[in-house]
């Protein structure tokens, strides 16, 4: 349908209006005008490929993947593959960018360009190497900075995820912060960290330097915004070299100036998390909410996630919440299959609720699929702990990156002879031989072991075994005499005859002695003390008393002590037999001493209403009979009347006759001589 004159102006008048959009930036009001053009003609490509283009400069994504399909299907001849690719990205729909951009036999720059971001958020950082490479050779633009930064950060990638140092093919040039915050990267993934620290302050000086200059106008805060990248990555150079005050300090102002990258608060709490250990559990509770936001996924990388998640369940655990511990355990578990540490962090939960048995059966189920060496060495210890040595060997013995060395050598041996299997040790230590005389027979671990296992046969009664293995010990020394002294010994043991044939080898004492300093031995500190080496001193050819007559030795009288005695000491008085008991448990001891606190210790004790006064009033061991009987009681009271004399006398009981009796004269104390 041919459109009138009126039409064609209107159309140019918005053709003209959306240039006029696109120089403005306006790219809402060029949507508008992009859809009155497309009422007028709705086959019009330019006015798709610009709405499509709005669509995007307006974050709307989707909308702009709808047009795109729209017109595949009806097959417009107009190439969208960037722009789709580029949707899909921004998308988080990065598997499908990548082959959206691979389905393109020549892709031009832009799309290399968007391929190599792909790849690095797809984490397949060997290709995007390749990819940044073939763009920095083959391009010659202002983005030249821009791309060395991406490659030194694919570099530095490299390097922390997986643990290669590659160097690249382009040398290193610090021209902007980017490229200097990459290369500190990369050194502290080499664990440079002095190298790293240098440069990262560097970046940071160049970037408020580069943001000052390029834009006069910036604001204090958008420098701060900046610059946190670098402080966080610079706090996590001084955490790996021990400095946790300075990183603390920089980690607590990067979250106190509340950046906008969520990744970045996410890295910086987790690091906060891992300096409080099981100190500081409020602030570790905050950190741990800070942690977990919507989206996060999408701005770390694969082991960033893992560790923010391993971090999160090892304080669950210490802080005692076993629930959400489990929980955050199963889905690291169905996330992170291959990995060892859901494992070992759920046996170490186990452990903590004193449930060893399921621990091992944790860990004995999941080596089926995962060869750890880390949970090998935990099973065994557990199986230790419970006393199952032979299970722990087991476990010990099938480490096969370890099997080999002689810390695993020396303590398969150790647990077998605590359990006295000394055939088990026997056995450990000849297959330690035997795999070195293969593999490594000229090295000093096998001389080590031919050594040891020679000494530890004839320590334990195997003298034919011993004598094999020193055989092949004397074979790389021919002239070690300990060796062939130990040989000697252990044939001596079962076969004599050997024995005494092996020795002719010994050399002659003439030339064992040849250069053999008689007088340096006697004088060295040896066996013989210092005392008996003068003694001997004395005696020798050069001493002038060799000439003289020997004359006997006079011998010499020990002067006897005479015994002390004690004073006073009177050999005609017969000592007293108690003499070596304490005074308190003799028969004549009478305690001086005399309560001073008179009658006020007494108060307040016994039966309630009783008192102190009249206590031996009603005590019959205390009371004592008048001397007129029975009649010379008073008739009102049944305590007898008490003799008034100046000792109380001693009674043999109550008497019913009342028979009168006389009182016992005291014995004269005599004190005793000699302090006795």
């Not at 999941?366 to 065994?380: F, G, H």
């Not at 013995?397 to 002689?406: G, T």
Request: proline residues 4%.
């Amino acid at each position: 349908m041919a459109s009138s004159p009126d039409g064609s102006q209107n159309l140019t008048n918005l053709f003209t209006e959306l240039h006029k959009c696109e120089q403005n930036g306006d790219y809402t009001r060029a949507y508008r005008v992009c859809n009155k053009i497309l009422k007028i003609i709705p086959n019009d490509v330019k006015a798709i490929h610009c709405k499509i283009v709005c669509s995007i400069h307006k974050d709307q994504f989707n909308e702009a993947l709808r047009l795109i399909n729209e017109c595949q299907q009806q097959e417009y001849d107009i190439s969208l593959v960037f722009e789709k690719a580029y949707s899909e990205y921004r998308l988080n729909l990065n598997r499908e960018s990548a082959e959206t951009i691979k389905s393109v036999a020549d892709p031009d720059i832009r799309l290399k360009e968007l391929l190599g971001q792909v790849l690095y958020r797809l984490e397949e950082y060997d290709e995007c190497l390749q990819v940044y490479n073939d763009l920095i050779k083959n391009s010659d633009d202002d983005y030249e900075d821009d791309r060395l930064a991406n490659y030194y950060g694919v570099i530095a990638a490299i390097q922390l995820a997986l643990g290669r140092d590659v160097q690249g093919d382009l040398k290193m040039k610090r021209r902007t912060y980017e490229q200097c915050y990459n290369q500190a990267c990369h050194l502290a993934g080499k664990q440079l960290y002095s190298d790293a620290e240098k440069l990262l302050l560097q970046s940071e000086e160049l970037c408020k330097k580069t943001l000052l200059l390029d834009d006069p106008e910036v604001t204090e805060e958008d420098v701060e915004a900046e610059v946190a990248v670098m402080r966080v990555q610079l706090a996590y150079v001084y955490q790996l070299q021990g400095k946790t005050d300075e990183a603390l300090k920089l980690y607590n102002q990067v979250i106190k100036s509340r950046p906008t990258d969520i990744g970045l608060v996410a890295v910086a709490c987790n690091n906060v998390i891992t300096l409080n250990k099981d100190q500081n559990v409020f602030d570790s509770k905050k950190k741990i909410k800070q942690v977990q936001v919507e989206g996060l996924e999408n701005k770390l990388t694969l082991l960033q996630r893992k560790h923010i998640d391993y971090n999160k369940c090892l304080f669950y655990m210490h802080s005692n919440q076993a629930k959400e511990c489990k929980t955050l355990l199963k889905n690291m578990q169905q996330q992170f299959d291959s990995d060892d540490i859901p494992y070992l962090i759920e046996a170490a939960q186990l452990c903590k609720e004193k449930q060893i048995v399921k621990a091992c059966t944790v860990l004995k189920d999941n080596l089926e699929k995962n060869q750890s060496v880390r949970m090998k060495l935990t099973l065994a210890e557990l199986y230790l702990s419970h006393g199952n040595v032979y299970k722990a060997c087991d476990v010990l013995k099938s480490i096969i990156e370890l099997q080999h060395k002689l810390g695993m050598i020396s303590a398969l041996v150790s647990l077998y002879l605590s359990s006295e299997d000394r055939e088990s040790a026997v056995d450990v230590l000849d297959n330690a031989v035997l795999w070195y005389s293969r593999h490594k027979p000229s090295s000093k671990e096998h001389l080590l072991l031919l050594r040891e296992c020679a000494n530890f046969k004839i320590r334990y009664g195997k003298p034919e075994q011993a004598a094999i293995t020193l055989e092949q010990l004397r074979t790389f020394n021919k002239n070690d005499l300990r060796v062939l002294a130990q040989l000697i010994t252990a044939y001596s043991k079962f076969n004599p005859l050997k024995a005494a044939e092996i020795s002719e080898d010994l050399p002659s004492i003439e030339n064992m002695a040849q250069d053999l300093d008689v007088e340096e031995l006697e004088s060295s500190q040896g066996p013989m003390s210092q005392r008996f080496s003068r003694k001997t001193a004395k005696l020798t050819p050069d001493s002038p008393a060799v000439n003289q007559p020997e004359t006997p030795a006079k011998q010499k009288h020990k002067k006897k002590k005479k015994a002390r005695l004690p004073k006073n000491f009177n050999a005609d008085v017969p000592p007293d037999p108690e003499r070596w008991l304490p005074k308190q448990e003799r028969t004549n001891y009478r305690n001086k001493k005399r309560d001073k606190r008179g009658a006020a210790v007494t108060v307040g004790k016994g039966t309630q209403g009783s008192s102190a006064a009249h206590q031996d009033m009603f005590d019959i061991m205390k009371t004592s009979p008048s001397p007129g009987g029975a009649a010379a009681n008073s008739p009102n009271s049944p305590r007898p009347q008490v003799v008034a004399t100046g000792t109380q006398p001693s009674t043999s009981g109550p008497s019913a006759s009342g028979a009168q009796w006389q009182p016992k004269h005291p014995k004269s104390k005599r004190k005793k001589k000699g302090g006795k």
